[in-house]
């Protein structure tokens, strides 16, 4: 079983920038497209960013141009650059095996993004 663990959340003001990580605890043999997640308080999940095995990318039209999602070449980690942070883009951030999707089911704790204006 591979988890995955999220971190370096944060809260920052508008215009900031933060950097999330995501790493897996077990070992998987086959490479994943990896996609990031974001849920705010009393809404549903919604779709950020997803990077494929061979680091093609896609993203919500929310957050294009300001975060740019890149993977490990040989392992199933990723990363969230985020800049020019808003008070919407607040919310518990979850990365996921899978493109634009959670293909084995897990989900980790998530990681904290708060951005106040």
């Known amino acids: 079983q591979v988890d995955l663990v999220e971190s370096g959340g944060g809260t920052v003001q508008a215009g900031a920038s933060l950097k999330l990580s995501c790493a897996t605890t077990g070992r998987s043999p086959v490479l994943y497209a990896m996609t990031w997640f974001r849920q705010a308080s009393g809404k549903e999940r919604e779709f950020v960013a997803a990077v494929s095995v061979s680091s093609f990318t896609h993203y919500a039209d929310s957050v294009k141009g300001r975060f740019t999602i890149s993977r490990e070449k040989a392992k199933n980690s990723a990363y969230l650059q985020m800049t020019s942070l808003k008070a919407e883009d607040t919310g518990t951030y979850y990365c996921?095996?899978?493109?634009?999707?959670?293909?084995?089911?897990?989900w980790g704790q998530g990681t904290q993004v708060t951005v106040y204006s």
């Open positions: 996921v095996l899978g493109w634009m999707t959670n293909e084995n089911g897990h």
